[in-house]
């Protein structure tokens, strides 16, 4: 019966795309697009020019003092923030930003700085322009309260402003890596897709095996064979080409993709065996228990399975992310929100905790759902076959 | 007329593909639309509007932190995450659902008076320490911080340091975007809405032709449907006709839905007032291309779950390959180069220079001009391709 299940399988064209083929062909979509795009936004020496407008007064010289500042290479021999370039006017700088000759440019007037961008800016370049004219024009203004309310002091707090102090530090990284790719989360959500697709063998497993949904099912039901020997052989079957599917995949990802799969492979065949354990028995559990053709019950669990897939992040990989922040019950009972998360924390998390956590909640559904798809197909009884 | 009726009876009955289409796309608008009014917003409008979503744990509680607080909620969402685990915080921020979470820790207040750092503000953003978020936020942090203390030092108490500070720093500077035209540096919300709608229009509208209206196709192909026209008093070549002209017609009537969604919402925005015309013809050419691109499929493929598979595959691959779903000058040069033999890439580039602020493509009329008629070229030639395979089916029947 085992060989019987296992060539049954792999003629079926359709189990073969769906599970095989096509988060093949997504990943590989995937990897061509996403490949090219980079996470890394680190500061760089920005081209940057300014315009003084109006009389050659103190915050003019000011703001100069301080940009000559920061065109200078650090003592550490740190990049200098800023290439200062020379325009004689200001429509040579805007001329220039129009052509992306320059990244941005500082116009000092009236007592204010204002960032002027090119059309192709970055978010680096607001962030560094922002930062040097607000700190600029904060420090002026507080320089100046302070000759209104404390002369004696202001001094002072000229030396002080020298030495701004660093607050902030970032959160040591729960990852592998300091920061994971978010594009990641497209390839395990299009593996788990894979597996959830398995869901699909189920319903078939239905009509093999239960005497009311297909023909195969009638003659298998009158065989000698004892049904429970007749199951066991037909999940064994299905989850043997599930797995060689699996392990194919897993490799192009490894290999020729470079996704992330963390260090154990222990634990990424456990995740793989129970995801895919846990696929099949709801297939056969919602095949046995939905009414109409097989291919309707195919139809309606394919539905199912999409829902969980697409709010899982298939589509949109913020998706979890919202949900996480407004109904996280979602993610906690969404059964392919559960298995990315389980990937994701197995190849990136230093610590297992919460691949454990995954893992327990992915296993006592799959043994929930082996219990009640074996109690129906064993136990059916007909009138009449 | 008989035939023609015949096909969109079929059409109704086998309605499921459209409804999921259908169902798909508003579900795509609502999630657009949804996102681009709810943005906090890291999806930039102009580069003033600036703002980011931002969560907190406060720990300390002190007038310090809840004045840090409230000061870097002016310009941002900020939201209070001290019921969430780490677990889910983490999730959170590798989401992308808050640009930056920080945690103030008890006793801040007085170390930030003292001087100390060692026990500071610790945050966790999704582009690391080095990227720009990080950068900004923590450089408004630490202004925050240091005038503070600069005015306590000038002899002000803690209350009135804090409000001096706030005062001070809520002067920002003002950011231009300098572009030749001024309109092309500033885009409406509904803007983001219609060019991305338009972006997605060549996939879904491939989508809804070839595996909704494809089906009923499939079916007029069936052997028995065939063999009883085959009896009839109607030509051969008719039932064909009348499939390719079925599905026109509802690319038709799709395309002609999108426009009204599109010259609705868009009313008086500059992308439909200046280039409605190019929207226009370009989804045109795009639904052609798509009701030739289906009609050939369904002349070879013979059941629905085949037709399922490869309208699948070939909708996706150029999609990703031509930027659909990501933007073009994201997608490398080499994949690019590629694509340029796909329909798609020409629809895709002709819209992305309706807006050159959101994708950085400048308009150039000639450009456009090439695009339609490469397009064009593309119809014609995916068309004549379905008819004489039609044709030679016809005769093999």
Not at chain 1, 157 to 171: M, P, Q, R, Y
Not at chain 2, 48 to 65: C, G, Q, R, T
Not at chain 2, 78 to 90: C, L, R
Request: charge should be negative; proline fraction near 2%; charged fraction near 15%.
């Amino acid at each position: 019966m085992y060989k019987y299940f296992l060539r049954e399988r792999l003629r079926n064209r359709n189990f073969i795309f769906w599970c095989l083929a096509f988060p093949l062909a997504l990943m590989l979509c995937f990897h061509f697009v996403f490949g090219n795009l980079s996470t890394s936004t680190e500061v760089t020496t920005l081209n940057m020019a300014v315009i003084y407008e109006g009389t050659d007064s103190m915050y003019n010289r000011s703001f100069e003092t301080m940009v000559d500042g920061l065109t200078e290479e650090g003592s550490n021999g740190e990049e200098a923030l800023f290439k200062l370039n020379d325009y004689s006017k200001a429509e040579e700088v805007k001329e220039a930003l129009i052509n992306n000759d320059l990244d941005l440019a500082f116009k000092v007037y009236d007592d204010k700085v204002e960032v002027l961008i090119s059309k192709d800016y970055s978010d680096m370049d607001i962030a560094v322009g922002k930062a040097v004219a607000d700190t600029f024009m904060n420090n002026y203004d507080m320089m100046a309260t302070a000759f209104e309310e404390n002369p004696q002091k202001a001094m002072e707090l000229i030396s002080n402003l020298g030495e701004n102090l660093d607050f902030t530090a970032a959160k040591k990284s729960e990852f592998a890596e300091e920061t994971p790719n978010p594009y990641i989360w497209y390839y395990y959500s299009s593996f788990v897709m894979g597996i959830c697709f398995n869901a699909m063998n189920g319903v078939d497993m239905v009509a093999n095996l239960k005497a009311d949904a297909g023909y195969h099912a009638v003659r298998v039901s009158v065989s000698p064979q004892r049904k429970l020997r007749l199951i066991i052989s037909a999940y064994c079957a299905y989850l043997t080409i599930a797995l060689g599917i699996n392990v194919i995949q897993l490799l192009i990802m490894k290999f020729a993709l470079n996704v992330p799969l963390g260090g154990s492979i222990l634990k990424l065949v456990a995740f793989v065996l129970a995801c895919n354990l846990f696929a099949l028995a709801f297939g056969v559990v919602c095949g046995s228990i939905m009414k109409g053709t097989i291919d309707a019950r195919g139809n309606k669990i394919t539905a199912i399975i999409m829902t969980s897939v697409f709010l899982s992040g298939e589509m949109v990989a913020q998706l979890p992310g919202m949900l996480e922040r407004s109904v996280p019950i979602i993610n906690d009972i969404n059964p392919a929100t559960v298995m990315n998360m389980a990937l994701f924390r197995l190849a990136y998390s230093t610590g297992d905790f919460d691949f454990y956590i995954n893992m327990i909640k992915i296993v006592l559904m799959a043994v929930l759902f082996i219990t009640i798809s074996v109690l129906i197909l064993r136990r059916e009884k007909y009138a009449s076959l | 007329m008989h035939l023609f009726k015949h096909f969109f009876k079929l059409l109704s009955r086998n309605i499921k593909g459209l409804i999921i289409y259908g169902i798909i796309t508003v579900v795509m608008v609502m999630m657009l639309v949804t996102t681009v009014s709810n943005s906090g917003s890291d999806m930039v409008l102009t580069a003033e509007a600036k703002s980011y979503n931002i969560s907190f744990v406060d720990n300390d509680n002190s007038p310090l932190s809840r004045g840090l607080i409230d000061y870097l909620g002016v310009n941002n969402k900020v939201s209070d995450y001290s019921k969430k685990s780490e677990t889910e915080i983490s999730n959170i921020v590798f989401f992308g659902m808050t640009s930056y979470h920080f945690t103030i820790p008890s006793g801040f207040a007085n170390d930030v008076v003292n001087g100390r750092t060692e026990n500071g503000i610790i945050y966790q953003t999704i582009d690391g320490s080095n990227g720009y978020v990080s950068f900004e936020l923590g450089n408004r942090i630490d202004s925050y911080l240091n005038t503070y203390r600069n005015y306590l030092s000038l002899g002000l108490s803690e209350n009135e340091a804090i409000n001096k500070t706030k005062e001070t720093l809520i002067d920002e500077a003002p950011i231009t975007v300098v572009a030749e035209n001024e309109e092309d540096a500033v885009v409406d919300s509904r803007e983001i809405v219609i060019f991305n709608v338009n972006q997605y229009f060549p996939y879904l509208i491939l989508g809804i032709l070839s595996l909704g209206v494809g089906h009923t196709v499939i079916i007029t192909n069936k052997k028995e449907l065939v063999e009883r026209n085959t009896v009839s008093p109607v030509p051969a070549y008719m039932t064909k006709f009348i499939n390719t002209v079925g599905l026109l017609i509802s690319g038709i009537i799709c395309w002609a839905l999108f426009m009204a969604f599109d010259f609705i919402y868009g009313a008086g925005t500059e992308i439909m007032s200046k280039y409605g015309w190019i929207i226009l013809i370009n989804s045109l050419l795009s639904t052609l291309c798509c009701s030739a691109i289906a009609a050939l499929l369904t002349n070879y493929i013979e059941t629905s779950n085949t037709l399922s598979m490869v309208t699948n595959i070939v909708g996706l691959a150029m999609s990703f390959f031509c930027g659909v779903f990501v933007p073009m000058r994201f997608v490398g040069e080499k994949v690019l180069s590629i694509s340029k033999f796909l329909p798609f890439y020409w629809t895709v580039l002709a819209n992305n220079m309706t807006s050159s602020v959101q994708s950085k493509y400048a308009f150039d009329m000639n450009q456009v001009l090439i695009c339609f008629a490469v397009e064009l070229l593309f119809v014609i030639s995916i068309s004549t391709i379905a008819i004489i395979s039609n044709s030679k089916r016809i005769i093999r029947a």
